[in-house]
């Protein structure tokens, strides 16, 4: 896995470099074409810098393995919170039993 970076509310100086580039290239593009194509390509170049901001954290997350074994710890943690619950239903449950084959036998 690899390993996740501390969470900062300052952008990557790449994704800056990356808006810096983008704003150059639309302002180029209204300066040199028409309205209507250089307001594609201000979209298209604003669509790429918003997928390598979507991007950017893309392989820090919790592998499968992790996962699994922090669920496994909150059933574990749940079924013993859940011990005497399951206590008291299985003494209910026995009782039930109980009365019933002693019902059953006495017929």
Do not use: C, Y
């Not at 810096?20 to 593009?29: E, P």
């Not at 201000?42 to 901001?53: P, S």
């Amino acid at each position: 896995m690899t390993e996740p970076r501390p969470s900062s509310r300052r952008p990557s100086p790449l994704l800056v470099v990356g808006g810096l580039v983008a704003l150059a290239v639309a302002v180029g593009a209204f300066t040199v074409l028409d309205p209507i194509l250089a307001a594609a390509v201000a979209i298209a170049a604003l669509t790429l810098l918003a997928l390598a901001a979507a991007a950017q954290g893309w392989e820090s997350h919790a592998t499968f393995e992790e996962r699994e074994l922090a669920r496994a710890r909150r059933r574990k943690e749940k079924w013993e919170r859940n011990a005497d619950a399951r206590a008291r239903d299985r003494a209910r449950w026995e009782a039930h039993q109980a009365r019933k084959a002693a019902r059953d036998t006495s017929r």
